[in-house]
């Protein structure tokens, strides 16, 4: 298996496609579609102005010329009690059903969280449904219990996330107490 890196400030309008036609068919949403989410995609990626080594990425395994598996890893810089703090923002991992069973998002999530490893950011932000936080506990990420909140949101206050499960990766000291600001919508 070969896991591509896709640098997202220069993802081409095919790659940013095929991810998009992946995203559609797992979670197929009102008023979203390939189009939509390939422009939004080629649109919000090329702003990036941060730091080199936390450009935002998407990591591919691609079968027979299509993407199959597919994560995103984003640097998302947060307002916390003890000051800003950037770190991974795991999103839109997900497997095509007919290859489910081969490890391919484990090893999605494991090229993300390496990011974590390596030292590029120091801890990885995401939701997930309850039924899927063993799959991340087994790979070394623990549950969090901040409070969250959106200070960009006409409603501040309102929970930023829509899973149940918000995780961090690694499960080691450091983590911020008290609320965190996500100064954007949830991912």
Known sequence: MHIETIDLRTISEADARAAAELLCAIWPKPGRTVESLTADQLQRSKAYGGPEAQHPRSFFIREAGRVIAHASALPRTLGTNAGDLTVLALARVCTDPAV????????????????????TFPFALFQTKETVRPFYERLGAIAVDNPFVDSTADNPKAWPFWDAAIMRYPAKPGWPAGEIDLRGPGW
């Open 100 to 119: 489910r069973g081969r490890h391919l998002g484990q090893a999605m999530v494991r090229a993300a969280f390496e990011l974590v490893d390596s030292g």
